[in-house]
Structures are given as C-alpha cells and as structure tokens.
C-alpha cells in the first residue's frame, strides 16, 4: 500500500496537512502509465497521478569480492548493453554506475569520547543507499560496493559520511560531490570532506573506487529533456553572504555586456581610426555575405577558437570560478552573529521578497556563467554535443528554406499536447544549458581541469566517456 501526504506551507514556513490518500499498488497492473484521480481523505479535493509499477533494476549492494563489473562476462554483458548499436533500445536506461566505497581517514571526532560511529550515505538523484555503521572509528573501512541505474548522465553523485547518535539525527561529519562526467574508470581517489554547502574543506577524506559505463547517443537525447527533480530538496534561506555572492555574479556579467557595449560604441565614434575602420570593412562584408546558416557557423567556429586556446594553454576556464566562490569562515561567524542578534525576526516580514531576489539574481548568474562555460568546454561532453548540434543546423539552415523549418517547429509545439497530454511543456536548449555547471557548482564539484588548464590540487582528475563497441 503506497501511502500518500499532500502538505502546505504558509509565508510562516509552517507546515499543515492538507490531506491524505492510499494506493494498492498490487492492483495496478506493471509496466505501463496508471492515471489516477484520488479523492483527498478528510478533506475537499482530489489529487491527480500518473503512477508506473515498473521493476527495479540496477541498483544493488555487496561486498568487494562479488563486485558486478569485476566479473570479466558480467561486465562485458553490461557494456554490450550500452553499446552504440544499442542506442535505440530502451531509451531511459543511459548506462550504469558501480561505486566501490573503500574507507575513510581521519575522520571528525563527534562523540565525547574522541571517536565517531560513522557510515556513508551515497546519493544519485533520488536513488540513496548507505553503507553499515563502524561504531567507535575515526578510521573506517567499510568495503562495500554500490550499483546505481544512471538516468542522466550530468547527474551528481553525492558522498555525505554521518554519525550514528542513537535515536537522535545523524551528525554531519562531512560530504562531497562528484560529476558522473569527470569519472575515470577504475582508479582509486580520496577525496576531500567538505562542508553542507560544498564551499570549504571538512575534516577528513573518503576513498572510493568509481566505474562508470554509458551509451552516449542515448545521454545526448536526455540532454535535451527536462531534468528531473528531487524529491527531498532543502529549503531556500536567506543569507546576506550568498545575496552578496550573486550580486557579485551579476555584476560580472553585467560589466561584461556592457563593456561589449562601449567597445561597439567606440567604433562608431572614431576614437581609434584603425579599429573604426576595421569594425567598417567588417560589416559592409558581413551585411552583404550574411546568410541565415552562418550564424550557427559562427558560433561552431567560437567554439573551435576556445578549444584552441585551452589546449595550448593561453587561457584556462578555472581562473574565474576561484575569485567569488569561497565564503570565508569569517563571514559565517558574522552570520551567525546576525542570526544572535535577531537578524531573521526583524525582516521576517520581508523574508519571503529578500529569498525571492537572492534566487532570481542567481538564476541570472547562473544562466550567463552557463553559456559562458559551454564555450569554454568545462564540460567536454556537452561542448561537442553543442558543436554536433551547431554544424547540424548549419547544414539544415544552408539547403532547407527557413519556411518549412519554421512550420515543421509550429506544427510540432501545436500537436505535442495531442499526441501527448500528459507531455511535459520544455524547452530544449534551456534544459541543455541546465546540465553545464555555473562557476558556484564548478568549485563545490569536484570538477577537474580542462585540457592544458594549469594542474589542481585534487586527488583525481579526469573524464569519463561512453562505451564504444
């Protein structure tokens, strides 16, 4: 019997129950949508859902000597499937992840007697296993080897280590994050504890072992679909150090579209005669060439001269995540300080208006450094998707004529809800630039380098790709 909540929260962050209802779902027949509308217990109203009894598969643990890709035929049965010739069977089953959670080192003292009772919690979008507790152990090892289904491969996975303290919540001890793309496969790394919010070092590290196989065909079609959402998702505060933080970021975008500006300005304003008459020769020859197909030719091309500069070394796409990322201990402390002094009661009234801005300017942050950082090739795999996607446009736009693109485009966004009513309303290139990572989640994952950018201090760096077959 699956048992269903319906909550609510007022502007007072208290939470009321708005309803119940239950579910038998051994009567609902496997492998296919239920749609079901649920009369609301005790209360007016009824609840909607579309419920799917499909069976679990691909999510496992055990211990190190019975490990799924160390057995030779096992594994090769698991890469035949997510080989590129399989690439249109079983559309959602991107590939597989198997994690080998060997210990943890010097871990944070959390009980009176200098020891902690930890275990590890592994997290990949709403799938959560954990591993056993070491009761008395700053030095665990924990030899357990964990399987997960992977359904996006721009998914993150999660390492947080806890402290057991009975019946009481678990003490947190410390956490990482790592990209499923900056995986290499097989090799051991340690990884440093951070903090909740991924912004300063904890003490202590973890050492896992990753492998990760998936079909790349099927990963990019998932690219363009909308993420999914998590299920349990901390609430918004406000803090004055983050508000800062993503005015900082707006800023920084803001002077560079506007230096952009003054620079075009200039040009029409003969402040530099040569530059005048260069940005002149420029545009009588583009205006009069210019065709609709050069535009994602442009694009492909400033993808190519990034590439360029980062494999020779000139410019690395790491110098601008470090300067505005890292919140000092010091401001946590006055923080706090304003939290003792009541800071939160006196703009209580405001509270909600104060979140609101703080998440709009990190949206807009956010949104630049991400099309800034396709360019850049922070994530490989999605600059090669976008350069793959820009010279199929080129081609399309140089021998279909525009009508019949737009046509196609209008006549499938007016039938989408007929063909399918339950279809999820996306736009696909914002759902592309939601898997490239701003320069806040550059730093908090533990994202390596690009190629020929100067070296880091972690552990491991590296990339992970598809199997080939």
């Known amino acids: 019997m699956l048992d269903i909540e319906v909550w609510g929260e007022d502007n007072k962050k208290r939470e009321e129950l708005l309803g119940m209802c239950k579910v038998d779902i051994t009567a609902l027949p496997s492998k296919q949508t239920n749609v079901l509308e649920l009369p609301v217990e005790k209360h007016l109203g009824s609840l909607l859902m579309l ?23 096992e594994r090769k049965q698991i890469s035949q499937r997510y080989c590129i010739k399989n690439s249109l069977r079983d559309i959602k089953d991107i590939g597989f992840l198997q994690v080998k959670v060997l210990k943890a080192v010097d871990l944070l003292a959390a009980d009176f007697s200098g020891k ?11 799938d959560r296993l954990q591993t056993h507790t070491i009761y008395k152990n700053l030095n665990p090892e924990w030899n357990k080897v964990f399987t997960f289904p992977i359904k996006d491969i721009h998914d993150v996975l999660e390492v947080t280590v806890f402290d057991e303290d009975g019946d009481k919540p678990p003490d947190f001890l410390g956490k990482v994050a790592i990209p499923l793309l900056s995986i290499k496969n097989g090799q051991q ?22 492998d990760v196989l998936f079909n790349p065909v099927k990963a990019s079609i998932r690219t363009f679909k909308p993420r999914e959402k998590r299920f349990i998702g901390a609430n918004r505060k406000f803090s004055k150090k983050i508000l800062s933080r993503n005015v900082d970021r707006v800023k920084k975008i803001t002077m560079a579209i506007w230096n952009t500006i003054q620079f075009l300005k200039s040009c029409f304003l003969w402040e530099s005669t040569l530059r005048s008459v260069v940005a002149f020769v420029v545009f009588v020859v583009t205006v009069w060439h210019i065709e609709l197909y050069m535009v994602p030719l442009a694009l492909l091309l400033l993808f190519v001269y990034n590439f360029s500069l980062i494999t020779t070394g000139k410019v690395s ?7 505005t990322t890292y919140l000092d201990e ?8 304003s939290e003792k002094k ?9 509270q909600d208006i104060v979140i609101t801005v703080q998440n709009i300017l990190e949206e807009i942050a956010s949104f630049g450094e991400r099309i800034k950082n396709t360019f850049n090739w922070t994530v490989p795999f ?5 350069c793959l996607v820009l010279t199929a446009a080129t081609v399309i736009l140089y021998f279909i004529p525009l ?3 737009v046509l196609i485009w209008g006549i499938n966004k007016f039938t989408k809800k007929l063909r399918n009513p339950y279809a999820i309303d996306n736009n696909e290139l914002l759902d592309f630039l939601s898997r490239v990572p701003s320069d806040v989640q550059k730093v908090s994952n533990e994202w390596p380098p690009p190629t020929g950018a100067s070296s880091s201090t972690k552990t491991c760096q590296h990339y992970a790709w598809g199997i080939q077959c």
Do not use: W
Request: proline share 5%; aromatic share 4%; with cysteine.
């Open 382 to 386: 999605l600059s090669v998707l976008a």
């Open 317 to 323: 796409s790491a110098q601008d995540t470090q300067e």
């Open 51 to 73: 419920i799917a009894v499909t069976p679990c598969s691909g999510v496992s643990i055990s211990d190190l000597c019975v490990c799924p890709l160390g057995d030779p035929s």
């Open 403 to 405: 009508r019949y693109i």
């Open 189 to 210: 790394c340690c990884y440093t504890l951070k903090n909740k919010d991924l912004e300063l070092a904890s003490k202590g590290v973890v050492c896992l072992e990753l």
């Open 116 to 126: 902690s009772d930890p275990f590890c919690v592994l997290e990949l979008g709403n």
């Open 342 to 350: 009541g800071l939160i009661e006196r703009i209580h009234m405001v």
């Open 330 to 337: 010091d401001e946590d402390e006055d923080d706090k300080e």
